[in-house]
C-alpha cells in the first residue's frame, strides 16, 4: 500500500540556517504530494502541494520539488526563521478521494534565536 | 483563522464519564473527517462524512460514536474510554471527497483520559 516515511525529529537548528526535512513515498500511480504544517496549538495547515513529477511547490520561503525517481519530497528553506517552529507533515494522495490522504508522522521543527 | 472551530480545546474526563467533542466549519464545505493525533504517530483517520452521510469508519472501537446532524457540524460522542484515547481529536474539512481536495483543520480538542 502507499505509505510516507519522514525523518524523525526534533530538528534544532539556528536562526537563518538552511532548512532540510527528508520525505520519501511509495505508491502506484501518480500522488500528488503535500506538506502540511501544525504550529502550536492549532490545527494542520497546508504548506505547499504538488501534482505531477518534476512540480515545485512553495509557499513562504518552502519549496520541495516532485522526484518521481528518488521518490522523494524533501521540504527546504534557505533561512528559517524562530516563526517557522512548528512540527511538519508530508502527506500523500492517491487521488481517488479527498479523504485518502496518508500523513507522515511529523517532524518538530526548533528554531534558536 | 482556519474557518474550522472545535470546542472545548481541552477536555479531561474519568473512564465512566459521557462527552462530547464540536466542530464547525464555517467554509461550505461538504465532507467532514474526525482524526486522532497521538504522540510520535502518523495521524489516524477515524471517520468520514459527506453530505452528512458516514462514509468511512477506519475500526474505530464502538466507545466513540460520530454524528453529523449538517454539513457544518460534526460532533464526536465519548463514552467509557480508556487512558490510551488520551490524544489530540482534530477535525478537518474539505469541499467535497473528490480528486486531491485540500483538507482544512481545525485547533484540535486535547483529550485526557483519566
Known amino acids: 500500500g502507499n505509505s510516507v516515511t519522514q525523518m524523525e525529529g526534533p530538528v534544532t537548528l539556528s536562526e537563518e540556517a538552511f532548512l532540510t526535512i527528508n520525505c520519501t513515498y511509495t505508491a502506484t500511480g501518480y500522488p500528488s504530494l503535500f506538506w502540511y504544517v501544525q504550529y502550536p496549538g492549532e490545527g494542520l495547515q497546508l504548506l505547499l502541494k504538488?501534482?505531477?513529477?518534476?512540480d515545485k511547490g512553495s509557499n513562504k520561503g518552502f519549496e520541495a520539488t516532485y522526484r518521481k525517481e528518488t521518490t522523494s519530497f524533501h521540504l527546504e528553506k534557505g533561512s528559517v526563521q524562530v516563526s517557522d517552529s512548528a512540527v511538519y507533515f508530508c502527506a500523500l494522495s492517491d487521488g481517488s478521494s479527498a479523504s485518502k490522504i496518508i500523513f507522515g508522522s511529523g517532524t518538530r521543527l526548533s528554531i534558536r534565536p | 483563522e482556519t474557518g474550522v472551530t472545535q470546542t472545548p480545546r481541552h477536555l479531561v474526563m474519568g473512564m465512566t464519564n459521557k462527552k462530547s467533542l464540536k466542530c464547525e466549519q464555517h467554509?461550505?464545505?461538504?465532507?467532514m473527517y474526525w482524526y486522532k493525533q497521538s504522540a510520535k504517530k502518523p495521524l489516524e483517520l477515524m471517520f468520514v462524512?459527506?453530505?452528512?452521510?458516514?462514509?468511512e469508519n477506519n475500526s474505530v472501537p464502538s466507545r466513540f460514536s460520530p454524528e453529523c446532524p449538517n454539513s457544518s457540524h460534526l460532533f464526536l460522542h465519548l463514552h467509557t474510554l480508556q487512558p490510551e484515547d488520551s490524544a489530540l481529536y482534530l477535525c478537518a474539512s474539505s469541499q467535497d471527497l473528490r480528486g486531491i481536495g485540500e483538507q482544512y483543520f481545525g485547533p484540535g480538542t486535547r483529550l485526557t483520559v483519566t
Open positions: 467554509l461550505g464545505h461538504n465532507a
Open positions: 504538488a501534482t505531477k513529477a518534476d
Open positions: 462524512y459527506s453530505l452528512e452521510e458516514r462514509v
